[in-house]
């Protein structure tokens, strides 16, 4: 664990990129350094999870957010990102910051040895004092293959690097207990389960990928990891040290008291679904328990996954209970499920306990874990 305090930020489009005109909010950021270079000097190491590539680099290829295609986007977050770099270096150097690049894509987060490679850059990067600027690399990302929003994705990151707080800088005061354009509607100043409030969670800004649905997502990764989290309005004179000194309103998300270690929070806290399971009701009861899932404890399963993935594991009444490292691929896992009466051994030509996820590699999903929906249909 670090010695210093860690901080990840994430701010989001509308706070970066002026929305009719599409060019860097120059005053916003240089208000955003000024407080990172303060944090610096009370001893924070600060990451920064960006958005406003795409917004900046929309007008240079002749496409507006509202009707911009993935190609356009793709194209926009070539053009936009050395706009976005640009900006961010020439104010960290008024106020004595070095900043660096890190593109990430969906494989980084959800292979393990790209998760640990991607961590070891970052911390190398803070242990030279130098502030990570972090984004999804949208020029190569499709919708299939990419994490979507930089919400989830900067919860990712407090979680790789052990951060102690995360702030989601957006547009809005915080979580209100409804659309805070009804009368009425009232901040939510103090988060301790998110599932309490999902249904209120919808709608996205235009310039943005995600609503508050994902920030209450990426909340709960953060929490789950142990990181407290703060979503606050980002147009402030100090809009990070006035969080963190409590002077403003936002809504916090108190992290949980006995998080997992990091190879549990490394399977529990997932972007995509790599396959997913249902098992029998005995199975369902034994988890938990110190046992693997075995062949035999397998109803159905779906999903294109190879060893190594994460499975998403439900028990008969589509509840989802567990998530587990899969020591096999999807067609193994297939055929072993399609033929019960012969040896494992004898299908895969190897000799195997046919253990489909093993305890060591399992993990229990608690209450304040948000839970996901099965596949429609299933194998």
């Not at 190569?140 to 930089?150: F, H, Y």
Request: charged fraction near 25%; aromatic fraction near 6%.
């Amino acid at each position: 664990m670090a010695s210093q305090k860690r901080l990840v930020v994430k701010i989001g489009s509308g706070l970066l990129a002026n929305a009719d005109r599409l060019t860097p909010r120059f005053g916003f950021m240089q208000r955003l350094m000024d407080d990172i270079a303060r944090l610096r000097d009370d001893g924070y190491d600060v990451i920064i999870a960006s958005s406003g590539a795409v917004a900046l680099g929309l007008r240079t290829v002749g496409a507006r957010p509202e009707t911009a295609g993935l190609s356009d986007k793709q194209a926009a977050a070539a053009c936009g990102m050395p706009q976005l770099l640009n900006a961010y270096k020439q104010i960290g150097h008024e106020f004595g910051l070095e900043i660096a690049q890190v593109l990430l894509t969906l494989g980084d987060f959800e292979d393990h040895r790209r998760y640990l490679n991607t961590r070891n850059t970052v911390n190398r990067l803070l242990k030279s004092r130098i502030v990570p600027i972090v984004n999804e690399n949208d020029t190569i990302t499709t919708e299939e293959i990419r994490v979507g929003d930089n919400d989830r994705l900067a919860a990712k990151i407090a979680q790789m690097v052990e951060a102690d707080e995360f702030i989601i800088l957006t547009q809005v005061d915080g979580l209100y207990d409804r659309d805070p354009s009804e009368e009425g509607a009232q901040l939510v100043e103090e988060v301790h389960d998110v599932n309490e409030y999902i249904a209120a969670a919808s709608g996205k800004s235009t310039l943005g990928t995600g609503g508050m649905l994902t920030k209450l997502q990426a909340a709960n990764m953060a929490q789950n990891a142990g990181c407290t989290t703060y979503i606050a309005h980002g147009e402030a004179e100090h809009p990070l040290t006035s969080v963190l000194d409590g002077s403003r309103r936002c809504t916090q998300l108190v992290a949980q008291s006995e998080p997992g270690s990091q190879w549990k929070a490394w399977i529990a806290n997932r972007l995509q679904m790599a396959g997913s399971l249902v098992i029998t009701a005995e199975a369902a009861a034994r988890l938990g328990q110190g046992e693997p899932i075995h062949r035999s404890d397998v109803v159905r399963m779906d999903g294109d996954f190879t060893r190594g993935d994460v499975l998403h594991i439900f028990d008969e009444d589509n509840l989802e209970r567990a998530r587990g490292l899969s020591d096999f691929t999807s067609e193994e896992t297939r055929s072993m499920i399609a033929n019960p009466d012969l040896p494992a051994d004898q299908l895969l030509g190897y000799q195997t306990q046919a253990e489909i996820v093993r305890p060591k590699n399992l993990v229990v999903l608690e209450n304040h874990h948000l839970t996901w929906k099965p596949y429609e249909t299933a194998v």
